[in-house]
């Protein structure tokens, strides 16, 4: 195997070299969208630091999960259990619970836990990733405390016919298929995008909680999921534009065992049906916006070891409508309500079949100068909701050119995170009279940016505050139960830093690109009072970790390289207990040739290529160096 | 020009205050071995981090009242692994109960080195020495079951299951019979569950009350069972109260049967003194003790304050009682004399769980 990956290796990057390939397609030149966006996120959050996973990073990740794609290109910390196992993220030290993940504008995060498994994301569903730090209730309501995943769609009109089928073998037996096909007129787009993704993830690892430290194959880690996504837009006349998606998806694995554990029966299979529509009707005047969701999403877990058999489904509607008009010339005010309804039925966890009704009023003020140089927002949320109070969220935020090459962004906003279901239904310990967990949020980022002919810079840096108070903790109480409780106050605050460097020569391009973040977490209000975790960090909340990118491309060849650094995490509340820092490194190769009315991309991806021994969760192995190769071929 | 470099400047500060707060890293904590290995001290089992991790074994010694935490990977390079249920001193050989591992570690008692693995366990809870070859060891198995695995100690290994009421627990041995706790497991259950420790049969089915999990034998034969009651649905409340139940092994009948009285607490982990004639449990937020003489149950506690486990040093007279603070760092283990006086209190693991004297 070793000697094929070599070969593999040696091959891609005389291919690469070579240079030889007809071609006139960059394959990092990013698509530009034409469109102006409607969506909030571009239009109302300011002075929040933001980051754009365009459609050329999107592009190298097709294949690959939301949870791959942010582990090596964002700063967001991504919690993994391990090759195809659960993952969640992390925003600035904050908890799972407290990222917002948006499809399209609309909350994925599950009503019975509030996380969602990026994990089960695939990438290649999204053509925009964009990532949203800091607290932002004021927008996005519940949940939005450490930041906000939006993953959108969109298709231009009027480009035609497009198709591609990409197929992949990897590492552990990992194979996956997607298609897609796109037909783009002049009033209409209809696309479909199919994914399909088994693996057996057996990969081999020296078990260190074993007596000497044994050769081990991963056991009970198999998956198969598959999914389609199906949209369609439709530009009704000049002003108005309707679109509907659809998306559905079936996920089986296997949960493997932790390095300590000899064997694992357990297994989690997830199907969902998620229906959007949208309609939007922009005017000089005014803008109306209308969008409805329904998500329909069953889990089952079951483990014979310990006599589980858990099922699970949840239904929710989203209602919501938006009018955005001007008074002036330079200001813009959106209006808009949002009702969102969740449940869940079919599960004997609960006490009851619990159900929730949210309606939200929201609204935003936006003035800018004449160049648009200059714009401050301020903005406000109230969120209704029988028997709970929900705080009235606000925000303000202003961002700017300062002299000629720097850009100022500041921003306040308070936050909330409403009580899952599980945290006040569960039927073993659920506690009705949680209050919402709550809190404030500050940033101030500064930026230099700067062009000179094919020569591009940007250094930023962002200092942050966020205070939450009510976080809910589960702790055993006197019959041994665990029951959650409103105990913990955490003040995270800390500096990140991002620096991009791109340079064009003839038709070479270089980029380089490197994050670093500093995130203190500590706990100022313990769940037992004075005990030794106050002013400790929160476990697993790296203080420090890092990231560098290299790209170079030329012509139709593109190679990359990309490194992420995680430093310690403790792993007991009271930070005696830790994991190592580690670092990993991800090289990809990709050729793309272009042929008469079609091109052939053929790439190489390589995970973890100084062989680095490490664990994101305590006990749970993580592989050495794996590989993907893959060819797509597309009109 | 100047303004530029001003705020360039005060970019590149603020990042090096910020990360000037940066502490050193993080140091592992030493384990420190008594000189005479671990032999005149007790064993304390951590359950280890809820969820993820590793428990471990820490040792207190009584001589210098010294703990030595994390001995077993210390000595051993590997971790226990979760949930560390128990441990059990027999011919020498320490059998340390890995819940979540499925196995059961086998160390030299003195110097805890590894002597050996049981694997092939499905929830296993509690080991006790039969006789130079066997031994049992109680586990709750896959699901509505409760089973004691037949061990070879020669090699470690499982060579038969004998099937018990739901949810095996704690054993005791009295003569030649083995009587296993049935605590229902993930289910419920009722019964004490009596094994002829030569043919590995099961004699008899004793019904005491519900969910029994800790027993212990008494200064004139008689065998004491704590029954924790069942809990209804949601854990609100007992629909069968706790009970505390006193069987004459001699006929395997039971000769009192004293129900608690809270719907609300469910009695706990019972143990009892060096002399074999005073029995303390955890109750509703508090250590009772029991005289073995006594027919009612006392109505105040000899200690004040709930713990999550209880254990009897027989060499020192004391109680060890465990409190996890908030089952994410390192839990405390406080000594009481019998009078119910706080002694001392010293670290433990992740979530002590268990004593085991030496």
Known sequence: ?635 | MRKTQLIYASIIALGITISGCKKDDPIATATTTPASGYTNGVFITNEGPYGSGTGTVSFYSRSTGSVSADIFNSKNGFPLGNVVQSMEIFNNKGYIIVNNGSKAEVVDATSFATAGTISNLINPRYFIGIDNTKGYLSQWGAGATGEVKIINLATNTVTGTINTGNGAEQMVKIGNYVYVACSGGYVNDSVVTVIDATTNAVVTNINVGANPASLKTDATGQLWVLCGGQWNSGYTALVKTGSLVRINPSNNTITLSLPFASTTAAPSHLIIDQNLTTLYYIYNGGVYAHAITSSVLSASAVINRGFYSLGFDPVSHSIFASDPVDYMSNGKVLRYQTSGTVVDSFAGGIIPGNFCFH
């Not at chain 1, 094929?4 to 394959?27: E, N, P, R, W, Y």
């Not at chain 1, 401050?376 to 700017?400: C, H």
């Not at chain 1, 840096?461 to 055993?476: E, H």
């Open chain 1, 1 to 635: 195997m070793n000697l094929f990956k070599k070969i593999v290796f040696v091959g891609a990057v005389l291919l690469a070299l070579c240079g030889k390939a007809q071609t006139t397609i960059d394959s990092i030149h990013s698509l530009k969208e034409v469109e102006v966006s409607v969506l909030r996120s571009e239009n109302f959050a300011i002075g929040n630091k933001s980051e754009h996973l365009d459609s050329a990073l999107l592009n190298q990740y097709s294949g690959s999960s939301v949870a791959d794609l942010l582990t090596s290109e964002s700063q967001v910390f991504i919690k993994s259990y391990g090759l195809g196992s659960m993952a969640t993220s992390s925003f600035r030290g904050a908890g799972a619970e407290h990222t917002t993940i948006l499809w399209n504008g609309f909350n994925l995060q599950s009503p019975m836990n509030g996380l969602i498994d990026l994990s089960l994301i695939p990438s290649g569903f999204s053509n925009d990733v964009h990532l949203q730090y800091g607290g932002s209730g004021a927008l996005w309501g519940s949940g939005a405390v450490g930041g906000t995943i939006l993953l959108n769609n969109s298709i231009p009109f009027n480009k035609g016919v497009s198709a591609a089928v990409t197929t992949s073998y990897g590492s552990f037996s990992d194979r996956r298929q997607q298609t897609e096909v796109t037909i783009s007129r002049k009033r209409l787009v209809s696309s479909v995008k199919l994914f399909n993704h088994d693996a057996k993830n057996d990969f081999e690892y020296a078990n260190t909680a074993q007596f000497n430290h044994p050769e081990q194959k991963q056991n009970n880690a198999e998956l198969k999921e598959y999914g389609v996504l199906e949209e369609n837009y439709f530009q009704i006349n000049k002003h108005q534009k309707i679109n509907t998606r659809f998306w559905y998806q079936n996920n089986d694995r296997n949960i493997p065992p932790s390095m300590t554990q000899q064997v694992n029966a357990a297994n989690q299979k997830d199907e969902l049906y998620r229906a959007t529509s949208e309609w939007q009707r922009t005017g000089d005047k005014l803008t109306l916006l209308a969008r409805v969701a329904y998500f329909d999403e069953r889990l089952r877990y079951s483990d014979s070891l310990i006599h589980l058999d858990a099922m699970s489904r949840t239904k929710v509607t989203i209602a919501e409508g938006e009018t955005r008009f001007s008074i002036f010339k330079y200001d813009v005010i959106n209006i808009g309500i949002n009702n969102t309804y969740s449940e869940a039925i079919d599960t004997a966890d609960y006490i009851l079949a619990p159900a929730q009704n949210r309606f939200a009023l929201f609204a935003s003020y936006k003035i800018h100068t004449k160049n648009n140089n200059w714009k401050a927002v301020i903005s406000g949320r109230q969120e209704f909701m029988k028997n709970t109070t929900i705080p009235f969220t606000p925000s303000a935020g202003i961002e700017g050119k300062l002299l000629k090459y720097f850009t100022l962004k500041v921003n306040a906003s308070e936050h909330y995170h409403l009580p899952t279901f599980n945290d006040m239904y569960w039927s073993q310990g659920g506690n009705p009279n949680l209050k919402p967990e709550s809190g404030w949020s500050e940033e101030v980022s500064v930026m230099h940016k700067l062009r000179y002919k094919a020569f591009g810079w940007e250094l930023g840096a962002t200092v942050f505050n966020r205070n939450i108070d009510n976080w809910i903790i589960w702790l055993p109480g006197s019959s041994g139960l665990w029951s959650p409780a409103n105990v913990m106050k955490v003040w995270s605050r800390g500096v990140e830093y991002k620096l991009n460097v791109s340079c064009t020569v003839n038709k070479w391009k270089v980029s380089l690109s490197g994050l670093y973040n500093y995130v203190l977490s500590s706990v100022e209000k313990t769940t037992t009072g004075n005990d030794a975790s106050l002013n400790k960090q929160l476990i697993y909340v790296p203080i420090q970790n890092a990231q560098g990118s290299f790209t170079i491309a030329y012509k139709g060849t593109s190679v990359s390289y990309n490194h992420a650094y995680t430093g310690y995490r403790f792993t007991s509340s009271d930070n005696t207990e830790f994991l190592k820092p580690y670092s990993v490194g991800n090289l990809h190769i990709a050729q793309t040739f272009n042929l008469k009315s079609s091109y052939l991309r053929l790439f190489v991806q390589l995970n973890n290529v100084w062989k680095e021994k490490y664990q994101v969760i305590a006990y749970r192995a993580m592989p050495l160096m794996s590989y993907q190769v893959g060819i797509t071929l597309g009109i």
